[in-house]
């Protein structure tokens, strides 16, 4: 909503219905960047429409799993043939484009499976999306060496409409994201941190690796259950019981406890993103180890659940 009305807006400015002078001041100021970063705000808008249609077509008739992963693939194949690509720094772009792909569609479906309880995947995604927002003003442009605002404010947009939408999707939910919202979520999320730059200039190489940080959580549920559904002979793109919240609530925790933990966990991973610009690669290895520390936990914790034997 609120993005769609600054690309009307920008319409109407540049249509001459409307003159830059009637808006607010720290419009003005900011003007010049929408008008460049118009086309990009239109094509994600654009993007994440068709995600969250595929969405809502399996919400109302269900699709096969091959025909939504197909779909997905071809729009993010479009978009990284328009050069949205992963800044890896690497001299492989066919490396780069894969990977690309490969991020675009799996934080797409990592949302979309993490929506198993209420309040989890839009909960997550407000604070990975809140985190990266921070990072983007502190972490400047090594080009113009300005905080980027346009990712950040997006991601603050993407931030507003999740706590609003959460109010109603507490426990006990009255509204759910359905796989058209998750989608959608899920889709900004992976465009946001391919238009951000996180490295770079005079930001240190290894601040490429604060994405994995922010959704390090829901990043390695989706892993570990396609793991072992696949494991079991079953599709990976089969709702079941093994997700990192299920084996919480197998392990004692009430389903809202459940859902309180893995904030935690998403928010104690995230964090250390914003720490990998205050330090050399000694501290961003250890900031790493924490990392993986909290995963290890969570891999301890489902392992237990499977067993039925809480520790």
């Known amino acids: ?166 109010w109603h999707n507490r426990a006990p939910a009255r509204l759910f994201l359905g796989d058209a919202g998750s989608y959608f979520v899920g889709f900004c999320l992976a465009l946001a941190t391919l238009t951000a730059t996180f490295a770079g200039g005079t930001l240190p190489r290894h601040a490429i690796l604060a994405p994995l940080c922010v959704l390090a959580v829901p990043l390695y549920d989706t892993l570990t259950v396609v793991a072992i559904r696949v494991r079991h002979g079953r599709s990976p793109f089969a709702a079941d019981q093994n997700h990192f919240s299920h084996r919480l609530v197998a392990l004692g925790l009430s389903t809202k406890h459940a859902v309180w933990t893995i904030y935690l966990a998403t928010t104690t991973c995230a964090l250390g993103a914003l720490l990998l610009y205050q330090v050399n690669l000694a501290g961003a290895t250890i900031i790493l180890l924490l990392v993986g520390c909290v995963l290890a936990l969570i891999a301890i914790l489902e392992t237990a659940g499977r067993r039925g034997k809480p520790r």
């Open 1 to 166: 909503g609120p993005l769609a009305a600054g690309q009307i807006l920008l319409w109407l400015i540049e249509g001459g219905q409307l003159a830059v002078d009637s808006l607010p001041g720290i419009v003005q100021v900011h003007w010049q960047g929408l008008q460049l970063q118009a086309g990009r705000l239109w094509t994600i808008l654009a993007a994440a429409t068709v995600m969250m249609i595929l969405g809502l077509i399996d919400d109302l008739r269900g699709l096969a799993w091959q025909t939504r992963l197909a779909v997905q693939t071809a729009v993010a194949l479009a978009l990284v043939c328009q050069g949205w690509r992963l800044a890896l720094y690497l001299d492989w772009p066919w490396v780069t484009g894969t990977l690309s792909v490969l991020w675009i569609v799996g934080l797409t479906n990592a949302f979309n499976m993490l929506d198993n309880m209420d309040g989890l995947a839009a909960g997550v995604a407000a604070i990975a999306a809140a985190v990266l927002a921070a990072v983007m003003l502190i972490a400047p442009d090594p080009q113009s060496q300005a905080p980027q605002l346009f990712v950040a404010g997006f991601l603050l947009v993407l931030v507003g409409a999740l706590f609003g939408f959460l």
